[in-house]
């Protein structure tokens, strides 16, 4: 009696344990794919990421909740101008893979950066690889 009642008890446990997570762990299904060469989608007028842009207010994407569930892995090159003042304009996924999975959640978030007003004058064709990887999103290099 005294075993099966431990046994009730750490049953009880667990299931309250697994009950209390919101949110199971990701568990990724699908390979990351190869980074892309950034460098080769633009021309040497073209502002690439880190090179002129100074971030002043930047929150990443949150990882959508479809890809997370199902394991999905990929990343997104975001295009967009900076103005003079620092505000992000025209901004569009350039390329994604998988093909449209991240590319809603990396607008949303591009969209509402703001940078330090550039020093040279509004820049245009800036682009960012954005890694959604393991559950979370990263900048790529």
């Given at each position: 009696?005294r075993?099966?009642?431990l046994?009730?008890?750490?049953?009880?446990?667990a299931?309250?344990?697994?009950?209390?997570?919101?949110?199971k762990?990701?568990?990724?299904?699908?390979?990351?794919?190869?980074?892309?060469?950034?460098?080769g989608y633009s021309?040497?007028d073209?502002?690439?990421g880190?090179?002129k842009?100074a971030?002043r207010?930047f929150?990443?994407?949150?990882?959508?909740?479809?890809?997370?569930?199902?394991?999905?892995?990929?990343?997104t090159?975001?295009?967009?101008d900076?103005?003079?003042?620092?505000?992000t304009?025209?901004?569009e996924v350039?390329r994604?893979?998988p093909?449209g999975m991240?590319?809603?959640a990396?607008?949303e978030?591009v969209?509402?950066?703001?940078?330090?007003p550039?020093?040279?004058g509004?820049?245009?064709n800036c682009r960012?690889?954005l890694?959604?990887?393991?559950g979370?999103?990263?900048?790529?290099g």
């Amino acid at each position: 009696m005294r075993f099966s009642g431990l046994i009730s008890g750490s049953f009880a446990a667990a299931v309250l344990v697994s009950c209390g997570s919101t949110s199971k762990p990701f568990n990724p299904t699908s390979q990351y794919p190869p980074d892309p060469w950034v460098k080769g989608y633009s021309t040497a007028d073209d502002c690439l990421g880190g090179e002129k842009l100074a971030a002043r207010d930047f929150t990443m994407p949150q990882y959508p909740s479809r890809p997370y569930r199902t394991g999905r892995q990929g990343w997104t090159i975001m295009r967009l101008d900076v103005d003079a003042s620092g505000q992000t304009r025209n901004v569009e996924v350039e390329r994604s893979v998988p093909d449209g999975m991240f590319d809603k959640a990396s607008e949303e978030a591009v969209e509402n950066w703001t940078f330090e007003p550039p020093t040279s004058g509004a820049l245009e064709n800036c682009r960012v690889l954005l890694r959604y990887r393991a559950g979370s999103v990263t900048l790529g290099g």
